[in-house]
């Protein structure tokens, strides 16, 4: 997805961005950057490494603009350049998966538009969200992120992370089912509940 | 059946919320998909089972919370600086266009090779000191009598040293005689026979190289025709060509032949080698 532009406005600013207009390249960052940080940040739970990870992969998408097929998708070619960075970083990196990380990365990500009862729910229910999330596997919390947050079908999620559209289907379904027992165990259940009801309605 | 909601570790259905769990995710996938018909139709079929309507419930809620992005700081500013940096957002066209300081260092490097060119050329390097076989034999027939008295005193040294017979040094390879016996105070095996003082046969001389003397390609020497070499005493005639042998080349035995004479390049002088050292 384009995440508001069409995909001939995309074309026209790739091109712009690639033959070095600093405006188009910008315009193209302030177009990915929400999906791919949250896409980052849902997979490592750290918003330190998500935001570095974010921006070295939005430096190699724009220094390598001239290597992009434009039959493909951009959004999917940011996020696997994305993925691949923090791939590497945590490669690099000794993974740090406390709670205490995990609260951080949610207690980071809080809109400001919300009133101050509202966004204490929703701190919450991040909270619980990215603990749960912690605790799939590397592959189940992917696809979970990609189909439910992003919004990818299950072919594309199969392509962006090589493999089967059935083992996808399988993660995808354990990883819910996994989620879903954690988030009936947490304590604030019922403050979940409400933010949830609340992101419905907004959404 | 039981709506557990209490998966195994690994997120695998313990037996008998399996079935609830695959009509929950059947629900999910069909509205996800966009196909309500199939939804509807699953949701009446789940609505019989006790606990289904709570665990569709649930996972919806889980769903809509994974929704939610967070929200990104702004990347913008500090990607273009990097690319900046970097020089990335730099047109193709400026990227390719000719600097001033890029002719400069072109220029600079260009001048240099042509300046080591000249120098090499006017300048060769001292004999010596790692100076090509090449360019010693070039000096030697610059100055061909110093050749020729190292020569003689590589032959008269070789007499000296020989410890065994090896066969006529220099002789006819028409009448080349088999190897005298070593008797005490007999040297007729390593005299030099020839006629008049001079030999008739035609003889192949050969220089070895030799460790810590580099060893380059070594073309044959050409230039050496009927070219007299005092051999204290005797004088030898050296036909064409003269080989020059490296250590790759030296045969298994020396002399190889009759009529072949081997001389050793140690890095000041010609002498001859050992026969053991020419049997390496």
């Known amino acids: ?10 074309q026209r600013l790739i091109a712009s961005a690639a033959a070095g207009d600093r405006d188009a390249c910008g315009s193209l960052i302030r177009t990915h950057q929400q999906g791919v940080y949250a896409y980052i940040l849902r997979l490592c739970g750290r918003p330190e490494l998500a935001e570095d990870v974010v921006q070295e992969a939005f430096v190699r998408v724009l220094t390598n603009l001239d290597r992009f097929d434009t039959r493909f998708r951009f959004s999917t070619w940011v996020f696997t350049i994305a993925r691949r960075v923090m791939m590497n970083v945590l490669d690099k990196r000794r993974p740090v998966s406390d709670s205490d990380r995990a609260q951080e990365a949610g207690g980071r990500s809080c809109q400001i538009s919300i009133n101050a009862e509202v966004k204490e729910h929703r701190d919450v229910c991040r909270d619980a969200v990215q603990q749960a999330l912690m605790s799939l596997s590397i592959e189940q919390r992917e696809v979970m992120v990609l189909f439910h947050q992003h919004d990818w079908p299950i072919w594309l999620i199969s392509e962006q992370l090589e493999m089967p559209e059935g083992t996808v289907k399988s993660h995808l379904h354990r990883g819910r089912t996994r989620l879903r027992a954690l988030l009936e165990q947490h304590p604030a259940r019922d403050q979940f509940t409400e933010a949830a009801d609340e992101e419905s309605r907004t959404r | 059946m039981t709506n557990g909601g209490a998966p195994s570790p690994d997120g695998r259905p313990v037996q008998g919320t399996s079935r609830i769990d695959r009509l929950v995710n059947a629900v999910l996938d069909a509205e996800s998909r966009g196909d309500p018909k199939l939804a509807k139709q699953l949701r009446a079929a789940g609505a019989a089972m006790p606990g289904f309507a709570r665990s569709l419930q649930a996972a919806r809620e889980a769903a809509s919370a994974m929704a939610v992005l967070p929200q990104a700081p702004d990347f913008g500013p500090s990607v273009l600086l990097e690319l900046e940096h970097r ?13 001033a300081g890029r002719v400069a260092l072109a220029t600079g490097a260009l001048g240099a090779f042509a300046c080591a060119m000249v120098l090499q050329r006017v300048a060769p390097p001292a004999l010596p000191q790692g100076a090509p076989m090449s360019e010693l034999v070039t000096t030697a027939e610059a100055d061909f009598a110093t050749s020729v008295e190292s020569l003689g005193d590589a032959m008269l040294a070789m007499r000296e040293t020989l410890f065994e017979p090896v066969g006529t040094l220099v002789t006819s390879s028409a009448t080349a005689r088999p190897s005298l016996g ?16 001079h030999a008739k046969a035609p003889t192949r001389l050969a220089l070895i190289s030799v460790p810590g003397v580099p060893d380059r390609s070594l073309p044959p020497i050409t230039s050496a025709p009927g070219h007299r070499l005092a051999d204290a005493g005797a004088s030898l005639l050296v036909p064409s060509p003269m080989v020059l042998s490296s250590r790759a080349t030296v045969p298994a035995t020396l002399p190889k032949a009759p009529g072949e004479v081997w001389l050793l390049w140690d890095g000041s002088g010609w002498s001859t080698p050992s026969s053991a050292e020419g049997r390496r």
Not at chain 2, 87 to 99: D, N, P, Q, Y
Not at chain 2, 182 to 197: F, I, K, M, P, Q
């Open chain 2, 182 to 197: 070593l008797e005490l105070g007999n040297t007729d095996a390593y005299e030099v026979r020839s006629a008049g003082g």
């Open chain 2, 87 to 99: 020089g990335a957002l730099r047109t193709r066209a400026r990227k390719r266009r000719i600097s």
């Open chain 1, 1 to 10: 997805m384009a995440y508001g532009l069409s995909r001939s406005q995309e």
